[in-house]
């Protein structure tokens, strides 16, 4: 992870027949067994998707198209984020793939925590969020109880560690 993309790095160089340009809806097995069982198991989900996928959901967000490439004897995927462009995606997010977080319960304080988190990769400790937003060291345990069962948030360390998004 950068701080403009993520990049994904696999072992090994494109099946025979393949290149980059023709990627997108071909289909080939290096394993044609594994490949079987993730296919049965509904863990993919048709053949010669995945590629069009990326590039159409990254194009729903207003974000580049990934760029792939072949870097020695390695495949890479690179996905490119919005830089400091990240609250203009909130728009471009299909309808369907937006979550009201006050319909899931979250009060005024646990939303402003996870923007923080989100947004300014901010961290949290039980002192620092009771402290940030004047409540009682009760109250911000509930809260971030409410987040981790969400799974919006995960305690990292021991008691007084931070929690992180």
């Known amino acids: 992870m950068f701080d403009d993309r993520i990049e994904i790095s696999n072992p090994g160089s ?3 027949g393949l290149n980059i340009k023709n990627l997108e809806g071909h289909h080939a097995a290096r394993n044609k067994i594994i490949c079987d069982i993730f296919h049965e198991t509904k863990d993919m ?3 010669g998707t995945g590629v069009g996928k990326m590039k159409r959901l990254m ?5 580049p198209k990934p760029d792939f490439s072949e870097e020695g004897n390695f ?3 690179k996905f490119y984020g919005p830089g400091d462009k990240i609250l203009d995606l909130v728009p471009s997010i299909p309808k369907e793939r937006q979550v009201d977080l006050r319909e899931l319960g979250l009060n005024k304080r646990q939303i402003e925590a996870l923007r923080l988190m989100v947004n300014e990769r901010k961290t949290f400790t039980i002192n620092e969020y009771y402290q940030k937003f004047n409540t009682s060291e009760k109250t911000a345990r509930r809260d971030f109880k409410k987040l ?3 799974g919006f948030v995960e305690k990292i360390g021991s008691t007084n560690e931070p929690f992180n998004s």
Request: hydrophobic content about 55%.
């Open 14 to 16: 494109l099946l025979p």
């Open 45 to 47: 989900e048709k053949f």
């Open 59 to 63: 194009k729903e967000h207003g974000l």
């Open 75 to 77: 495949f890479v995927v």
């Open 148 to 150: 981790i069962s969400l």
